[in-house]
């Protein structure tokens, strides 16, 4: 079991940056992968980034490649999402994930990952 709790989020303006964190607790953290996904209003859940338990591989959704960056802090059970030159259409509840080691592993996909923080809003004005 591993439970997750996001912070960071808030309110910025376009072109700002802001820093989530995801604090993991439960199950041995090196050896999970993580994930972040976001929910705007009236939208599916989308992909936004992964890490793999070894931190050496990474993915981007499109929409967010080059502008955010995944890493993770296994000493301190920690994933982040840092995200630049933020854009009105980034606003959305953002989720953390985390997963046992799959193989293969559909890192996209929300039934990918086993369990789910709370969320936490972040809010882009133009």
């Known amino acids: 079991q591993v439970q997750l709790a996001e912070s960071g989020g808030g309110w910025v303006q376009a072109g700002g940056s802001l820093r989530l964190s995801c604090a993991a607790s439960g199950r041995s953290f090196s050896d999970t992968a993580m994930g972040w996904f976001r929910q705007a209003p009236g939208k599916e859940r989308e992909f936004v980034a992964s890490?793999?338990?070894?931190?050496?591989?990474?993915y981007y959704g499109s929409s967010v490649k080059g502008r955010f960056t995944i890493s993770r802090d296994n000493a301190k059970n920690t994933v982040y999402l840092q995200m630049n030159s933020l854009k009105p259409e980034d606003t959305a509840v953002y989720y953390c994930a985390a997963t046992p080691p799959r193989n293969p592993w559909y890192f996209f996909r929300r039934t990918e990952y086993e369990y789910w923080g709370q969320g936490t809003q972040v809010t882009v004005s133009s």
């Open positions: 890490i793999k338990w070894s931190s050496d591989t990474t």
